[in-house]
């Protein structure tokens, strides 16, 4: 079979013809020209595709799928995000493609459609339970259950970042103090370190050469790695917030299986010792058999899983008829 | 059709005769006899179920379910609980009653069926997602998507009622500070009533006639009751956390209705403001639009959830044949 996935970020889109199996079999990625309004913007994210078949010699597509970031409705097809998507109206995402394919076309949000791609190709392989964690900016959570996004009966997806932690911690946007997010992402150590260790003489201070604006999670590392204590220090102590998310996490969805992403995630071997030591300490109920997996499948998860999704559709209507 | 449910607890065993509309034709309730052993107590439950069958003039049925204090192997059906049904090795609950009346016969633990009996024919009505919170000696929270138990992949059941909420809170026996259930029980409430109130010369120490082992949460809602200050800020309290707790929830599981079962929820009615108020706190990311419902059918839940299993037991093997 001759699937497409493509991930819709903000800045740039990515493309892959799949087959039935999983293989990715040619890819794309440009720009996404968002700013160029939705309707140009998705034209000529039409060519790109026409353009990775002919190029491919694949003269029909059996099924194409899409994550885009959201929020968007999978019933409908319509994706409104005023920010990562400046200007766009809320606009149907899945008409335009499925005129330009003749294939029906399925929808779903960016973080979604990367976990089941980790779950169908990457990481979360065999999962029957699958829990993606990707921190970074925020902290966003993908549950699956059989490779199925798990989601509210009205279509909306889960907020497990912002499960409140530590009523007695900082406040975030979402109305919570001491939410997952507000205590454990990038963002949140980025801005724990400024506020905390600008006025040690500590290493950190140099990398960011005297700038307090430059100091970020990235600098932190950094500045742990060559042997800052209270760098290291403020490391341990989101370690341990990740850990108490994973740990409610494990209480509430029973999981076979983490799989982190996103940038902090680039720095799992730095935090596992930490995190596992939670999960240890918190297992009398929920038994720790669950070691944390990083996601194998990087920025390809996305398209991978897109055209899952339009796997699963094509079957079922097939399944129909 | 004639499907028969049991909800066997420490001391007492309930039997119902219920249609396939959900309808209860006959019921029955006696000691389990757990003292006596597996054997023996098995035998007479049997021997009940017999007797409420003759009685109802039905010759035959179409299957059993069983309910049971955990934990419970549902796909083998051995339970192992030494502490309510003491001195019972593992035992196998399943055959002896599918050898007894030639049905399948289909065996979860009695939180389960109980949330199944509501989703049913209770206040979980309609739901697609139902979490029910049962709060009382402690906290259990049993998962329905359709009316489905969300399990582990290993056929463990969730253990929500340990999430953490509050890091530097009390030590619970499941190895964590400040878990749902410490913070938010009914033993935690009597708990803290003791150790906090006890010193002010306040309507509990009346009620208790002086005796500090009689404080209780049903003493404390009593002294509230009276008018009591400190009685009704440490139940406001009580009632910040389970609204913490339903948050979590809510951003995990998402959940489109929550019942709210067991010895608390008898106060729903004085707990209700509170609860909804943290709800509505933590609404920007989750919309709260879920009014909490309480429990409809009381100790008559499990049974009929029990025969609900034995139903969709019936309903699977007609369709595999």
Redesign the interface.
Known sequence: MNLVGLDIGGTHVRVALVDEAGQVRAQAYGPTHAQRGASTSISLMIQMVRDLLSGASVPRLQGLGIGITGPVDAATGVVSNPYTLAGWPPTDIRTPFAEAFGVPVTVDNDANVAAIGEWWMGAGKG???LAMVTIGTGIG?A?L?DGRV?????G?????????????GPPC????NGCWEVLASGTALGREAKSRLWNEAGVLRRLAGGVPDRVDSRLLFEAAAEGDEPARALIDECADWIG?GL???G????P?RFVMAGGLARHLETLRHRIEAVLQ??????PYDRPLAAASLGEGAGPVGAARLALDAAMASHTDV
């Open positions: 999962s029957r339970r959570v549950t259950v798990q989601r509210a009966a009205d909306r997806h889960g907020e497990a970042g912002h499960m409140v932690l530590n009523p007695a946007y979402c109305g919570a108490l740990v409610n996490l209480s509430t969805f029973m076979d300490r918190h297992s009398v109920m929920v």
